[in-house]
């Protein structure tokens, strides 16, 4: 199988092929600095996103607070993450950079909040 992805790690962009059987990674082609084997190796094997999104906020001046997660979140828990972020609920008064959850799902990632 081959999979190519575009390396986000400098501003060059480039098209970076991983040839791989099933987990196992066979060839990685097309970086022009090392930096890209680590970037596509992890894209490849599990993938993180940062989560970014909002939470009912209950006494305070707007109906929902922005939050993120404080570090990257394994790509296959977005959607688990957003359905307990979905029956969060937070209290005023509220503080940026507070934390809204702890260790979502087990994963060692907070959601914090980002702007209030």
Do not use: W
Not at 25 to 51: A, S
Not at 59 to 81: E, T, Y
Request: with cysteine; glycine share 6%; hydrophobic share 35%.
């Amino acid at each position: 199988m081959q999979k190519t992805f575009t390396c986000l790690i400098c501003p060059v962009g480039c098209e970076i092929t991983v040839t791989a059987t099933g987990d196992t990674i066979e060839r990685i082609e097309g970086h022009e600095c090392k930096r890209g084997i680590p970037y596509v190796t992890d894209e490849f094997l599990n993938p993180k996103r940062i989560l970014t999104t909002t939470v009912k906020a209950d006494g305070a001046q707007f109906p929902v607070v922005s939050v993120r997660s404080d570090k990257p979140l394994p790509k296959n828990k977005i959607f688990d993450c957003m359905e307990v972020l979905k029956k969060t609920r937070i209290k005023a008064p509220i503080t940026m950079g507070q934390v809204v959850v702890e260790d979502i799902l087990d994963t060692g990632v907070n959601i914090i909040v980002t702007r209030c």
